[in-house]
């Protein structure tokens, strides 16, 4: 089955620490890929995709994401964190053809940043 | 503009009550889903729909019924409720199934007792 691999169930950061999340899809194929981030109490927020081109994409809030088709990762990264990054982040993908642009989500990364 | 709007936000039901929960979105989207989330399993996908009166099963189906009468509007509904069933549920809708993002709604969250 298709399934999303989110390596950290919680990261604990330092303001101004470098941020990076992993995230693993299942198997090949054509992909988009997302992450979403939740900030306590409200929806999902879409922070970057990929759907083709430059693997290295650029988001909101200074979050950037690197697909790499051979080890099938989308992980996260951003230079510097701040405290209002404090959130739940989830990568998602979907696969081309299979169910309908279903997205599959991961079981999201818990980011805590002390101030 | 509204985005995706779900109603209630909040409800507590007790075991066998049914409910029904409603999604609507006004940015003209064809595709429309419906997730529940869960502490440590990330988002699931219950049912979905890719277009008006059209809706299929998603991951964890058991227990929801869904109706897409309308295309703005996707209806998740629960017979009748078992604790299981306590969760935040999401609702989404994106203009197609692929190389498109999707907007999510706000949430409901429902209490079984």
């Known amino acids: 089955a298709q399934s999303v691999s989110q390596h950290n169930h919680h990261v604990i950061l330092s303001e101004a620490a470098s941020l990076e999340l992993g995230c693993n899809y299942s198997?090949?194929?054509?992909?988009?890929l997302f992450w979403y981030v939740q900030y306590p109490g409200q929806h999902l927020q879409l922070l970057l995709k990929?759907?083709?081109?430059?693997?290295l994409v650029k988001g909101i809030k200074g979050f950037e994401a690197e697909f790499i088709k051979s080890k099938f990762s989308f992980n996260l990264r951003k230079p510097s964190v701040q405290w209002s990054d404090t959130a739940e982040y989830f990568c998602?993908?979907?696969?081309?053809?299979?169910?309908?642009?279903?997205?599959?989500f991961g079981k999201g990364t818990k980011l805590s940043v002390k101030p | 503009n509204a985005g995706v709007t779900q109603t209630p936000k909040f409800r507590v039901l007790k075991t066998g009550q049914s409910m029904t929960l409603l999604c609507a979105q006004d940015?003209?989207?064809?595709?429309m889903y419906w997730y529940r989330q869960d502490p440590g399993m990330g988002l699931r996908l219950i049912h979905y729909?890719?277009?008006?009166?059209?809706?299929a099963k998603g991951e964890v189906p058991d227990g929801y019924n869904v109706s897409r009468l309308k295309k703005q509007n996707f209806l998740l509904g629960l017979e009748s409720a078992a604790p299981s069933q306590t969760s935040v549920y999401f609702c989404?809708?994106?203009?197609?199934?692929?190389?498109?993002?999707?907007?999510f709604g706000q949430g409901t969250r429902l209490t079984v007792v």
């Open positions: 989404a809708s994106s203009f197609r199934g692929w190389n498109t993002e999707a907007f």
């Open positions: 198997y090949g194929g054509t992909v988009n």
């Open positions: 990929y759907f083709s081109g430059d693997p």
């Open positions: 998602a993908v979907t696969y081309y053809g299979g169910s309908q642009g279903n997205l599959i």
């Open positions: 940015m003209n989207h064809e595709y």
């Open positions: 729909s890719v277009g008006e009166g059209t809706t």
